[in-house]
């Protein structure tokens, strides 16, 4: 076939094994599969040529070392990958878009937009109360210590993990998160973002879409949460007494 002329030939029964946990990221797969080719299509489309070793393996004479040391069910596709071998092609085209850098393949952006869009757009309204300062009271007070840990998070894994900036069309949340990061005593508080991203990925980007709205659930939660101590604070300030 011309599309697969000049790529690696196929390793077969009298072949050697490549090493199975020396650090590199192998894919191996079978030019014929269709399964595996899906895996294939990803890992280019992404742009991994350099970071996943493509082992093309022969399955008209499969070597013996396939099912017995990498793969018991002796199949293909399957990606070895941080010490871990994994298989199934469609779980894989998902754990390569989700573990791996490149143009994601998964349109969390549409879902995100729609679903983050209305908690968003009430920060905004909360955040043009007062216009004697950028917080939500005007001066930074309780309200604000109460909503940045959540918005925080959101911000950081809604850009990095959906494509979905925030403060893009909300200029007073843009000011107010620019505001904040000028505060030492908030900064001095803030989690490396890439922690965040992380562990995000690592709980939910495996699982099905169905978590992009149990997100989305927690985020109007915590909405309802921050709305309720926003009335506290206000009350508190009538009446000096310390809700929170
Ligand atoms: N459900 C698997 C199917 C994989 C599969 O059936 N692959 C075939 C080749 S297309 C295979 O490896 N068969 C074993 C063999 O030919 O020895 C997936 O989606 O990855």
Same mark, same amino acid.
Request: negative net charge; hydrophobic residues 40%; aromatic residues 12%.
């Given at each position: ?5 000049? @790529?690696? &030939? &196929? ?7 490549? *090493?199975l946990?020396?650090?590199t990221?192998?894919?191996y797969?079978?030019?014929?599969c269709?399964y595996?080719?899906?895996v ?10 350099d970071?996943?070793?493509?082992v &093309?393996?022969? !399955?008209?004479n499969? &070597? ?11 199949? @293909?596709?399957s990606l ?8 199934e092609?469609?779980? !894989?085209?998902k ?7 490149g +143009?994601?393949?998964f349109?969390?952006?549409?879902? $995100? ?8 757009d009430?920060?905004?309204n ?7 300062? *950028? ?5 930074f007070?309780?309200v604000? %210590?109460?909503? %940045? *840990? ?6 950081i894994v !809604?850009a990095?993990?959906?494509?979905h900036?925030? +403060?893009e069309?909300r200029p007073?949340l $843009?000011?107010? %998160?620019?505001?904040?990061?000028k505060?030492?005593?908030? +900064?001095?508080t803030r989690?490396?973002p ?5 562990k995000?990925?690592e ?10 709205? !149990?997100?989305a659930?927690?985020?109007?939660? @915590?909405h309802f949460?921050?709305?309720?101590? +926003?009335?506290?604070?206000e ?6 007494e310390?809700?929170?």
């Amino acid at each position: 076939m011309a599309s697969i002329s000049g @790529v690696q &030939p &196929p390793l077969n029964s009298t072949s050697e094994q490549p *090493p199975l946990f020396d650090g590199t990221t192998r894919l191996y797969t079978s030019y014929s599969c269709p399964y595996a080719q899906r895996v294939w299509i990803t890992r280019n489309y992404k742009g991994l040529q350099d970071k996943i070793e493509l082992v &093309p393996i022969d !399955l008209s004479n499969k &070597p013996a070392w396939y099912k017995e040391k990498v793969y018991p069910e002796g199949k @293909v596709p399957s990606l070895k990958h941080n010490g871990k071998v994994l298989g199934e092609s469609l779980d !894989l085209i998902k754990y390569v878009d989700a573990n791996f850098e490149g +143009t994601p393949l998964f349109p969390n952006h549409h879902p $995100a937009k729609k679903e983050f869009g209305p908690a968003s757009d009430f920060l905004e309204n909360a955040l043009g109360k007062f216009d004697d300062g *950028p917080f939500f009271l005007g001066q930074f007070s309780l309200v604000d %210590i109460a909503y %940045i *840990p959540f918005v925080e998070r959101f911000h950081i894994v !809604l850009a990095e993990v959906f494509k979905h900036d925030i +403060t893009e069309g909300r200029p007073k949340l $843009a000011t107010w %998160i620019e505001e904040l990061n000028k505060i030492g005593a908030y +900064t001095q508080t803030r989690v490396d973002p890439q922690i965040i991203v992380d562990k995000f990925k690592e709980r939910h980007m495996n699982s099905d879409l169905i978590l992009i709205f !149990l997100f989305a659930t927690w985020l109007k939660l @915590v909405h309802f949460y921050c709305a309720a101590s +926003t009335v506290k604070v206000e009350l508190q300030q009538t009446s000096s007494e310390i809700f929170l």
